[in-house]
């Protein structure tokens, strides 16, 4: 493993305990410029990894709690008029930040959740016919409930597939959790993790990832993972070329993750689940069953 990768893993691990492979997934989000949604139950630690994953980037953060009475403008911004010069102004929203924490983005009305789509897909936002350009890197962190939970109101395909990974941390073994207890109630600076790269080492490294080979067999791999899903029968969304365009892309992340310039079957189906479940429209809960099947019915040549 890359020695500033393993670092950033280790630094992220002092705060989210025994969540290896969530860390290695978050990391490999951002490697291929993509967004993160984190689904879990409250309380779970969804925000202190989004946080973390600003501090050891050393990338500039902001944090919208996303509510049913907020509006797309408290997001992106808005023009306001200033008598003086007798114009407009711009005043941007928290947005145009490298990181935008949007915490229970489910609890927000489709109205304002829509509001992220074009600065997920295209960098940038677009006010009063004025385009205006988000800092680079810039990724969008979201956080949300399980669906059962009151108040809460689905993210739709399009949204959900601006995604590029969906993760879930799930409960902390006994030991983590009784760590967890005996730090409640420190000062902050024992709970945040240090920085270890900065945005240009970054930017530096997303370079590299789609330089990662991508073999024929592993190509016809993915194809048959995706193909597998269209004809099956068993899901009602199947994965469209751009989950296919992910899923190579993840690949090649995790390999430079793991130390190697070139991908693996075990690559592939280490990034799968996060990738593609929820663009098939299955719950964290069925994740790992769906997982199974797929795997049996499309074998590694």
Known sequence: ??????????????????????????????????????????????????????????????????????LPADITGTSIFN????????????????VLLAD???????????????????????????????????FVIATQNPQHQSG????????LDRFFMRISLGYPSEIAEAQLIK??????????????????????YQQVVPNIVLSDAIIDYILRLVNYTRSSGQFSDPLSPRASIALSAASRAYAFISGRDFVIPDDVQAVFTSVCAHRLGVTTT????????????VPVH
Not at 18 to 37: D, N, T, Y
Not at 183 to 204: E, F, S, W
Not at 288 to 297: C, G, P, Y
């Open 286 to 297: 069925n994740e790992a069953e769906v997982q199974t099947q797929v795997f049996q019915n």
């Open 1 to 70: 493993m890359n020695e500033q990768i393993k670092k950033l893993t280790d630094a992220l691990s002092t705060v989210i305990l025994e969540k290896p492979e969530q860390v290695k997934l978050a990391i490999c989000s951002l490697l291929c410029r993509g967004h993160l949604l984190i689904e879990d139950l409250p309380g779970m630690g969804k925000t202190t990894l989004s946080h973390s994953l600003a501090d050891v980037l050393g990338l500039t953060y902001r944090r919208v709690q996303f509510t049913s009475d907020l």
């Open 152 to 159: 809460t109101h689905p993210l739709p395909e399009s949204q």
């Open 83 to 98: 008598r003086e010069n007798q114009s407009f102004e711009f005043h941007p929203g928290p947005i145009f930040s490298q």
């Open 183 to 204: 730090l409640a109630g420190k000062a902050r600076k024992l709970t945040q993790a240090p920085q270890v790269i900065d945005g240009k080492t970054l930017l530096a």
């Open 104 to 138: 229970e983005i489910n609890r927000a009305s489709p109205k304002t959740q829509s509001a992220l789509l074009e600065s997920m897909e295209e960098h940038q936002v677009t006010i009063d016919g004025v385009s205006h350009e988000l800092p680079s890197p810039f």
